[in-house]
């Protein structure tokens, strides 16, 4: 099958969250949560703010893609995306200092709306969704702390309906031209057992580290449930030399 490839839209939000709901099952995880629809459209805000690449695939027309079709296409429902931030790679010190100037705005403007959604109610039960977020953050702060990197996978999902047919890998291969054009040396990815992470030992990844749990989910006891980070090197000598750990 073809696809049609473009940035994120505002629009696609509700179709991000359908691609992500059953892999995260937030309605299973958090029952304190009313509308875990909202808490799924948090997180595709909170993945978007932090982005300066997304890519998201709509499925092109029979037939192979037109010029006019693929510009009617880029407005269908989306089947995949992959968001990533490559904050370590910006040129020039003003270039560094004007981005993070421009990122920490966003965040405090993003976290400031949240706050106030969180207060009114806006995500359900708020001490459910407060325990989520601050989990989430503990993991992906910590796990990470002992890894350099240039640039960070945030997610990278692929419908149910569309696993399978490669799409997933095409996805990673626009984000590795991207990366390359940018001098981008190595990136990293934190997943878990909730997600399809066999997909990235099959696709050249170095598992880097791995502890139990899930992530943003502190009340999954599931004796089995793990969390990884893998990296990836686009370029020799820029690979991630430690070997795997494993956390209890």
Request: charged share 25%; proline share 3%; glycine share 8%.
């Given at each position: 099958?073809?696809?049609?490839?473009?940035?994120?839209?505002?629009?696609?939000?509700?179709?991000?969250?359908?691609?992500?709901?059953p892999t995260w099952r937030?309605?299973?995880?958090?029952?304190?949560?009313?509308?875990?629809?909202?808490?799924?459209?948090?997180?595709?805000?909170?993945?978007?703010?932090?982005?300066?690449?997304?890519?998201?695939?709509?499925?092109?027309?029979?037939?192979?893609?037109?010029?006019?079709?693929?510009?009617?296409?880029?407005?269908?429902?989306?089947?995949?995306?992959?968001?990533?931030?490559?904050?370590?790679?910006?040129?020039?010190?003003?270039?560094?200092?004007?981005?993070?100037?421009?990122?920490?705005?966003?965040?405090?403007?993003?976290?400031?709306?949240?706050?106030?959604?969180?207060?009114?109610?806006?995500?359900?039960?708020?001490?459910?969704v407060r325990k989520a977020?601050?989990?989430?953050?503990?993991?992906?702060?910590?796990?990470?702390?002992?890894?350099?990197?240039?640039?960070?996978?945030?997610?990278?999902?692929?419908?149910?309906?569309?696993?399978?047919?490669?799409?997933?890998?095409?996805?990673?291969?626009?984000?590795?031209?991207?990366?390359?054009?940018?001098?981008?040396?190595?990136?990293?990815?934190?997943?878990?057992?909730?997600?399809n992470y066999r997909f990235?030992?099959?696709?050249?990844?170095?598992?880097?580290?791995?502890?139990?749990?899930?992530?943003?989910?502190?009340?999954?006891?599931?004796?089995?449930?793990?969390?990884?980070?893998?990296?990836?090197?686009?370029?020799?000598?820029?690979?991630?030399?430690?070997?795997?750990?494993?956390?209890?």
């Amino acid at each position: 099958m073809n696809f049609v490839f473009r940035p994120y839209r505002r629009r696609d939000k509700k179709a991000l969250c359908r691609i992500i709901a059953p892999t995260w099952r937030f309605d299973e995880y958090f029952p304190g949560i009313k509308n875990t629809e909202r808490l799924c459209g948090f997180v595709v805000d909170m993945f978007r703010v932090q982005s300066d690449y997304t890519d998201v695939a709509v499925p092109a027309a029979e037939g192979g893609k037109t010029k006019a079709s693929a510009g009617a296409l880029v407005d269908g429902v989306p089947v995949g995306f992959l968001f990533a931030d490559a904050h370590a790679k910006r040129s020039g010190v003003l270039g560094r200092l004007f981005y993070r100037a421009k990122k920490k705005t966003a965040r405090a403007a993003f976290y400031v709306k949240i706050f106030f959604l969180w207060l009114a109610g806006f995500y359900g039960e708020r001490a459910a969704v407060r325990k989520a977020f601050l989990s989430y953050c503990s993991v992906q702060k910590n796990i990470l702390k002992d890894i350099s990197f240039d640039a960070e996978i945030l997610c990278l999902f692929v419908d149910a309906s569309h696993q399978g047919s490669g799409l997933g890998r095409r996805l990673l291969s626009r984000f590795f031209e991207w990366s390359k054009k940018r001098k981008i040396r190595n990136f990293v990815l934190t997943t878990d057992t909730d997600c399809n992470y066999r997909f990235y030992d099959r696709s050249g990844f170095k598992r880097l580290k791995e502890q139990s749990g899930c992530l943003g989910i502190p009340q999954n006891t599931e004796p089995f449930s793990r969390i990884f980070v893998y990296g990836f090197s686009l370029s020799a000598g820029s690979g991630f030399s430690s070997a795997p750990t494993a956390e209890a």
